[in-house]
């Protein structure tokens, strides 16, 4: 189980955000936190301490610049997503993201779009590709939901899916949409659903706000799932110290070996 931390940006600056709440209407928009230092401060801190495998992400337009410093901050250190395609995918492998990751350019009008896969995986790599498969509850069951989060898909979460998107990919990000950004506490259906779907990695987000709930994870996703934490953590205003997170977390690894 690995730590991997996130850079959330929108219009050009670092935030956390509910993302549920993120449309085209600004004012409807909830933010948790906000904060004029750069993007690279953060990737630097994440430099220092060797944890690699992080997200930047960019929460529509105006976040290129900042998203390509903090990659260029930690070389190989971070992923980033938000509005990658054919086109703009090997520029930021380029700039020094180690994978990009994408939904909605993949999950084309509420559907799977094999040939933008194909496309994706054969123009970067597979090795170089993370498909996000976040996603909402409905009718008792999850969904992947693309656009911010705003649109539903056909794509229900479960072992069919991951089986014909394993070939495509190198690992996976999950974040559970609903819980996302409030710091009220983990999805464990969820968590438990992802426990056994794939033996790619795969990155839990969502509601993450103490050790405790990083416990459950561990347990219930039997060790195979990897998790990330924005809101709740000090160094984005929340109260859960990113010191004691890295402690948690290297206790795990040496336990393991």
């Not at 998107?165 to 690992?171: A, G, P, R």
Request: glycine letters at 10%; aromatic letters at 8%.
């Amino acid at each position: 189980m690995n730590f991997r931390p996130c850079i959330d940006l929108h219009n050009g600056k670092v935030k956390q955000i509910v993302g549920s709440t993120l449309t085209d209407e600004s004012a409807n928009l909830t933010t948790n936190f906000e904060t004029d230092l750069p993007s690279s401060y953060f990737a630097g801190i994440y430099k220092k301490d060797n944890i690699t495998g992080g997200h930047v992400i960019m929460l529509g337009k105006g976040n290129e610049e900042a998203a390509r410093s903090a990659l260029t901050t930690f070389p190989g250190g971070l992923q980033v997503g938000g509005g990658i395609n054919t086109l703009n995918a090997k520029s930021y492998l380029d700039d020094g993201a180690s994978h990009v990751i994408v939904t909605s350019y993949v999950f084309h009008d509420g559907y799977i779009d094999w040939t933008r896969i194909r496309e994706l995986a054969d123009t970067i790599g597979k090795n170089r590709l993370v498909l996000d498969l976040s996603c909402k509850k409905r009718d008792g069951h999850y969904f992947v939901v693309t656009d911010r989060w705003q649109k539903f898909t056909d794509t229900v979460i479960g072992r069919d899916i991951f089986a014909q998107l394993d070939d495509y990919c190198d690992e996976f990000l999950v974040h559970a949409a609903d819980v996302e950004g409030k710091q009220g506490g983990i999805d464990t259906g969820l968590v438990s659903l992802l426990s056994n779907v794939s033996l790619k990695p795969i990155t839990y987000a969502g509601g993450i706000r103490s050790i405790s709930d990083l416990e459950v994870i561990r347990v219930t996703g039997k060790g195979h799932l990897d998790a990330t934490i924005g809101s709740a953590l000090d160094l984005f205003g929340g109260t859960l110290k990113y010191t004691d997170v890295v402690k948690w977390f290297r206790e795990q690894q040496v336990r393991n070996e």
